[in-house]
């Protein structure tokens, strides 16, 4: 073999061992790459200027410890109720403080995913997807919430969970804020070299589960977002099966679209609608159905909800 064949032949075994380096790489951190827990709260003492808040600690199915916030209005009696569910990176401290704009005159749960500010445990779609129909379910026994009328919202990683939640849980309306096709498209065009479809774990394939939606969805996109491209909302959009609107947050991005006062407004406004229209007969008996099968996870150290969060 002549020197420019084995030059030729060295290469390509470097370029196979580089690439076989970089796709056990991806493998062993897709957990890394999917999710980024943030441990540290965005608000040091959340507090809804519109509600009650107060910090809640709820045992998962396998006893995992999950903290968040419970926001309720201060006027009394049964009320609409929204589950939210949190970005890749998001700790959701900022949603207690924010609910009086986002959802006025609504029930809030926001609870922080599996290792996630101070929930315990390691996040995985599996347990995002089970932990957020139990959540679903203890939100709907509460005496202070209107069963016929939970909305879910979710948020960049979070709509792939709502999407999910709302499939297997008769959930009232649906809002998706910077939503994807799937975590799998997303990383197979970021990795083209690479069989992603067959190391990624994590897949949430929100458009596998779109048809299935029977709930008025509402979709938010930021006005420049290079995380989510459009592309990947487009094709998300024209699976759903219950779609209201699909409108752009302007002067927003990723990041700031949670935020800005033209998203409580548009949020605000669309779940205040279809909250105030009537509930169908199909409709109320799903939920009268759902409720009556629920199981419920069990809160814990009521009596000392700050010192349960602080536990790790």
Request: proline content about 7%; glycine content about 6%; charged content about 20%.
């Amino acid at each position: 073999m002549d020197t420019s064949k084995k030059m030729a032949a060295g290469l390509t075994g470097l370029a196979s061992m580089l690439w076989l380096g970089l796709t056990a790489a991806v493998a062993a951190n897709q957990r890394r790459l999917v999710f980024n827990p943030t441990l540290e709260r965005e608000v040091k003492s959340p507090r809804s200027s519109g509600h009650r808040t107060r910090p809640v600690v709820l045992r998962a199915k396998d006893g995992t410890r999950l903290a968040g916030w419970l926001m309720t209005p201060v006027i009394p009696g049964p009320r609409p109720a929204v589950l939210y569910f949190g970005g890749r990176s998001e700790e959701v401290s900022w949603v207690a403080r924010d609910a009086g704009k986002l959802f006025p005159n609504m029930t809030v749960l926001a609870m922080n995913y599996r290792g996630y500010g101070d929930s315990q445990g390691i996040p995985a779609e599996i347990h995002m997807i089970e932990d957020g129909a139990l959540l679903y379910d203890w939100l709907a026994t509460r005496g202070q919430v209107d069963p016929q009328r939970i909305a879910v919202v979710g948020r960049s990683l979070g709509s792939g969970v709502a999407v999910q939640v709302a499939r297997e849980r008769p959930a009232h309306s649906v809002v998706l804020i910077t939503p994807y096709d799937s975590i799998l498209a997303i990383a197979k065009r970021r990795f083209r070299v690479m069989p992603i479809e067959y190391m990624l774990r994590h897949r949430f394939e929100s458009i596998k589960y779109a048809p299935m939606l029977k709930a008025p969805t509402y979709v938010l996109r930021a006005a420049s977002d290079d995380v989510v491209p459009h592309f990947h909302t487009d094709l998300l959009v024209a699976k759903l099966g219950a779609l209201v609107a699909d409108e752009v947050v302007p002067d927003s991005d990723h990041m700031t679209i949670p935020y800005l006062e033209a998203t409580h407004d548009m949020v605000a406004g669309f779940l205040t609608r279809q909250f105030s229209a009537p509930v169908t007969p199909a409709a109320a008996a799903a939920v009268a159905d759902a409720v009556a099968n629920a199981t419920p996870p069990v809160e814990t150290t009521a009596a000392a909800p700050d010192l349960a969060l602080t536990a790790k």
